[in-house]
Structures are given as C-alpha cells and as structure tokens.
C-alpha cells in the first residue's frame, strides 16, 4: 500500500462512535482499505479518508434512525452506511440489498468475519424484490442515485407510514425541489433535511428524510406488491 493509499489511525471520535464495537470498525477500515480497493469496491484514493468521510460519516446516520427497527440498505455496495450503522447499532435488523454478486460477496465476508448476526445479505435490485423482501421501517441509501429515482426504488420497500432517510451532499433542498412530484406519485407525505453527527464529522453529514403515508409507493406499486406476494406462496405451495 503506498503512502498515499496507506490507512490512517482511527481518530478518536471514531472510538466514541463505535465504542465496543470500535475494534471491528478497524477491522472493516481495514477490509476496505485493502480487498476493497483489490476487487474495485472503493477507489485507493479514497482510503485516506476512509475514516471521516466514509465510516463516521455513515454511522452518524443511526441518529436519524428510531430504536428496534428493520431496515433496508439499498445498494449497499461495500456496505456503505449499512456497515458501520450496524456496528453502533446493534438493535436494527438490518438487510443489505445489492445487485451484483461480487459486492454480495464481500458483504456477506465482512458479516460473517465481524458478528454481525443482526445482518442479513441479499443479492437483488429493489424492483426485484418489491413483494418478497418483507416491508421494512427505514430504508437507508447513500449516493446511489438522485432522489426522484432512489425513491422509486426505496419507498415500495417500505411499510406503512415508513421513512427513507438517503445520505446526500449539498445539493439535497435542490433535489427535494426536483422530485417533489415523483415522491407524491409514491405516496410519500413528508420531506425535511437532516444534519447529524455534530463534533463527530466536519461538516455534518446531510440526511434527506422521506416519510410515507398509509400506501407507500402509491396505488401501482401496491397491486405489484400484491401480485407478487400471491407468487410468492404460490410457488412455496408447490
């Protein structure tokens, strides 16, 4: 690893952050840092800043997120934020949602090597498995795409009354302006923007919270859920 790719020493908010879990929050910096990097999950010039741009700037997210929920990491590549939301909270039930199969991989390595019983890898898109994956309370996602088309495949996934809460940068009132159309089309009934992870990340990380009504993703998904739902037992019936 050259210097310029080298990992740095946790700082000491990250031990405050993760507290007894801080020990496999270096080893998971570690494993991006190294296999990571190896198998093209995050780019070496991004390992120096690992730290506060990555791991502490996700696991900030867990104060956006209510206690004892399930939740759903959509697109979760190298496990971005649903990794390190899942180290500082271990009363989530957490499943990471990811297409393709080499980052499914990796994810369910770094599950396994670090304990994480309250996470469970599944290989698929959001549409996919819209009606087999059961509806979840949140669903997290972090730069995956812009909010109109994130939404679209985050809020179906949601149960009633849920919320997405989508990592984003300065950008995120624009966005929300863009997309306030497509987000009524899917139901939703609320919008803010959140900043979180004060004294933790400089600056705070920025937090766009989408909350659904009574059908979240309006009237066509909720007959597409459906659809497959009865599918789904028809095929465990045979």
């Known amino acids: 690893m050259t210097e310029e790719t080298e990992l740095p020493e946790a700082p000491e908010e990250a031990r405050a952050v993760f507290g007894e879990f801080f020990p496999e929050a270096v080893r998971y910096a570690e494993l991006l840092a190294d296999a990571g990097v190896k198998r093209g999950l995050i780019g070496p010039r991004e390992v120096p800043r690992l730290w506060g741009r990555h791991l502490l700037n996700c696991a900030v997210l867990s104060e956006a997120v209510p ?17 390190p939301l899942a180290l500082v909270r271990p009363d989530l039930k957490i499943t990471l949602l990811e297409p393709l199969l080499r980052r499914t991989n990796f994810l369910q390595e770094v599950v396994e090597l670090l304990g994480l019983d309250h996470v469970t890898v599944v290989r698929g898109r959001a549409e996919e498995v819209l009606g087999t994956l059961p509806p979840v309370h949140v669903v997290t996602a972090r730069a995956v795409a812009p909010l109109d088309r994130l939404a679209g495949w985050g809020v179906p996934l949601l149960r009633p009354y849920g919320e997405m809460l989508a990592l984003k940068g300065g950008t995120a009132e624009e966005e929300i302006q863009g ?58 019936r045979r």
Do not use: N, Q, W, Y
């Not at 929920?69 to 934020?81: E, F, K």
């Open 67 to 83: 206690e004892g929920v399930t939740v759903c990491d959509v697109g979760s590549g190298a496990g971005l934020p649903g990794i």
């Open 179 to 236: 997309a306030r159309a497509a987000l009524s089309k899917l139901g939703v009934v609320e919008t803010e923007v959140l900043h979180v992870g004060e004294g933790v990340v400089e600056p705070m990380s920025t937090v766009v919270r989408v909350v659904v009504g009574e059908s979240p993703g309006g009237v066509r998904f909720a007959a597409k859920r459906a659809k497959a739902a009865r599918t789904s037992r028809t095929r465990r």
